[in-house]
């Protein structure tokens, strides 16, 4: 949903897309991008996410212009008339040049019911826990930089990169927390914390 999305084709995107179900085969839940700025173009990927049997559709705010919420309820209830499944709304300002607060978040998943997941890259440290009390969304964990805090506060998952960079010390962090065992868990979390320094340069 960012990175080099931008920068292809319709028909990458739809092959992408293709691959990653093809490699995860029905074995793990499978979260597709349909952001774009074009309706169309999201309508086209979500019929491809819903051939593919997607478990959830990630969708970032429009970016380029500002958005304000009503121009947001529209937008996500527009995604929603063809969504095949659950929409994740991708709350990363750094990106979509869009600050989204908890009350907003509020608004839009009580105005779009299918906004159903929300992945948190947004760095205040709060955030998470904010919306666990004053939501039903089910929250992601968004950003390595604040990912102890984030699952610490009762994030439900994660999309970040650990996992992809080191999948037995970010194995270790989820076993350990959701057993409830909070020491090892930061123990586990602080093997990685190198890696959050020199690849992130932002330091937890």
């Not at 049997?53 to 937008?75: G, H, K």
Request: glycine share 4%; aromatic share 6%; net charge negative.
């Amino acid at each position: 949903s960012v990175g080099e999305v931008v920068s292809l084709t319709i028909e990458e995107r739809e092959l992408l897309m293709r691959t990653c179900a093809a490699h995860v085969d029905g074995e793990r839940a499978l979260a597709l991008s349909i952001s774009d700025n074009c309706i169309e173009t999201s309508r086209r990927l979500a019929d491809v996410a819903g051939e593919l049997a997607a478990d959830l559709l990630m969708v970032s705010c429009p970016n380029y212009y500002s958005n304000t919420l009503n121009m947001l309820i529209e937008y996500f209830g527009a995604l929603a008339e063809f969504a095949s499944t659950d929409i994740c709304l991708y709350d990363n300002p750094y990106a979509s040049h869009t600050e989204l607060s908890v009350e907003d978040l509020k608004a839009l998943s009580e105005a779009v019911p299918r906004i159903s997941h929300v992945k948190v890259t947004d760095l205040s440290i709060e955030k998470v826990a904010l919306l666990r009390e004053t939501t039903s969304l089910v929250i992601h964990a968004g950003d390595d930089a604040v990912l102890w805090h984030q699952l610490s506060r009762g994030a439900d998952g994660a999309m970040v990169a650990l996992p992809m960079i080191y999948p037995e010390c970010a194995s270790e962090l989820w076993r350990a927390l959701q057993a409830g065992e909070e020491k090892e868990a930061f123990a586990a979390y602080g093997h990685a914390t190198r890696f959050f320094h020199i690849a992130l340069g932002a330091p937890d």
